[in-house]
T-cell receptor
């Protein structure tokens, strides 16, 4: 069984540009969670999608957005990139009693 | 306001000895707790969980203890092995359906040979 897959592995963008990160959950999982891990910080909750709907979002500005497709894969979009958006972005899909994480996308804003 | 705290950013332990990683939380509504391990360039992987109806859960070398009155949990690794060197995250939730976990900042464990 394939795990949670994320692409790309690394992404370098210029300040002000937009970044799109992709995630495919484990087959059969309908929920996708996005987390940000900035350098030296823990995992900060970004967004939760379930059955195509945004169910909850963390304390992030509106330029962080996303969507979930009918096949339950998801995109995270970050507009008007700022230097402090440089971080590891992790996607997880849920089973009862916990998450399974992907390996993440390392976004670097220069 | 950090609801889940891991006050030790790093911990070094000799191989074969016990590693104790601590986690404190402030929200008394949390009733389900997880520990994750993360290696560099990989996503966190689930280690062990505990619900508030228990005070101890054991899985091989890993044991999690929960003290609800103190809002404190700890992860014990016995014996510690060099492959245990990783960042350990504590996470808490108000429910046990895998939703809306709050993560601590992590503790970097180094097991020295």
């Amino acid at each position: 069984e394939a795990g949670v897959t994320q692409s790309p592995t690394h992404l370098i963008k210029t300040r002000g540009q937009q970044a799109t990160l992709r995630c495919s959950p484990i087959s059969g999982h309908t929920s996708v969670y996005w987390y940000q891990q900035a350098l030296g910080l823990g995992l900060q909750f970004l967004l939760w999608y379930d059955e195509g709907e945004e169910r909850n979002r963390g304390n992030f500005p509106p330029r962080f957005s996303g969507r979930q497709f009918p096949n339950y894969s998801s995109e995270l979009n970050v507009n008007a990139l700022e230097l402090e958006d440089s971080a590891l972005y992790l996607c997880a899909s849920s089973f009862v009693r916990g998450y399974t994480f992907g390996s993440g996308t390392r976004l670097t804003v220069v | 306001d950090q609801q889940v705290k891991q006050n030790s950013p790093s911990l070094s332990v000799q191989e074969g000895r016990i590693s104790i990683l601590n986690c404190d939380y402030t929200n008394s509504m949390f009733d389900y707790f997880l520990w994750y391990k993360k290696y560099p360039a990989e996503g966190p992987t689930f280690l062990i969980s505990i619900s508030s109806i228990k005070d101890k859960n054991e899985d091989g070398r890993f044991t999690v203890f929960l003290n609800k009155s103190a809002k404190h949990l700890s992860l014990h690794i016995v014996p510690s092995q060099p492959g245990d060197s990783a960042v350990y995250f504590c996470a808490a939730s108000r429910d046990n359906y895998g939703q809306n976990f709050v993560f601590g900042p992590g503790t970097r464990l180094s097991v020295l040979p």
